[in-house]
């Protein structure tokens, strides 16, 4: 039975792609600070095994990893909202603190677990549509998601046989959208669904999707899927 690490699993797309991946039968175990998240998350999903980490803490990443054992599948969905905004008005220590959110994390969950993976493991990571696509106003947070990106072809070859992949997620209905009220949200999403190809705003399903194909076909590494409505055209 393979172990699946996911780290930020406790809610939106990294519990999605939990909830797919222990249908398969994996053995999953998700990591986060939240603990309120993480207690719901075990309320929906009574098989999911939950662990309280904040990713940026090398030792209790490594601490976590070797409580978990031979993990075959490692997933990192760490996210953050900030870093929007037109360049000349961006907060350059909110810029910062985006990249201190998701980037480093990202960075340092995978060295940390590195020891612990085996021999053919699979490393997913999220990234987003704003590293691709030349969208005002997303400069910041656009150059976060690259550089997470960035990541995947050089671990791809240094790392082999252990795959290394990515998705890159456009508009999702996740709680990434925390900065909009609930009676906002509708009227943005519509504005938004209405501009993509597709039509509508994906669901945290949708990614978890691309993300259980990335992590147990074993003919995919060194890849970035964009699943993004159709934004990279719109």
Same mark, same amino acid.
């Given at each position: 039975m393979p172990t699946t690490l996911i780290i930020g699993g406790s809610s939106g797309i990294g519990l999605a792609t939990a909830a797919r991946l222990s249908t398969l039968g994996d053995i999953v175990h998700i990591a986060g600070r939240n603990v309120t998240s993480l207690s719901e998350a075990r309320r929906?999903?009574?098989?999911?095994i939950s662990h309280e980490l904040d990713a940026r803490d090398f030792d209790a990443v =490594?601490?976590?990893? @070797?409580?978990?054992?031979?993990?075959?599948?490692?997933?990192?969905?760490v996210s953050g909202n900030k870093g929007v905004g037109p360049l000349a008005d961006l907060d350059l220590e909110c810029l910062r603190s985006a990249f201190d959110e998701k980037l480093w994390p990202t960075i340092t969950a995978l060295k940390a677990a590195l020891p612990h993976l085996a021999h053919s493991a699979s490393v997913t990571l999220v990234g987003a549509i704003t590293a691709r696509i030349g969208m005002p106003e997303t400069a910041g947070i656009?150059?976060?998601? @690259? =550089?997470?990106?960035?990541?995947v072809a050089p671990l791809a070859a240094e790392?082999?046989?252990v795959r290394v992949n990515a998705v890159s997620p456009g508009y999702v209905d996740t709680p990434w959208w925390s900065m909009l009220d609930d009676e906002a949200r509708p009227a943005v999403f519509k504005q938004i669904a209405d501009g993509l190809p597709t039509?509508?705003? =994906?669901?945290?399903?949708d990614i978890a999707q691309v993300i259980e194909l990335l992590a147990t076909n074993p003919n995919i590494t060194g890849t970035v899927i964009e699943s993004d409505g159709g934004a990279r055209v719109a």
């Open positions: 929906q999903h009574p098989s999911l =490594a601490s976590l990893a @070797a409580e978990v054992g031979v993990v075959d599948r490692l997933i990192v969905t656009g150059s976060l998601n @690259a =550089a997470v990106e960035g990541l790392l082999a046989p039509k509508r705003i =994906a669901a945290a399903d």
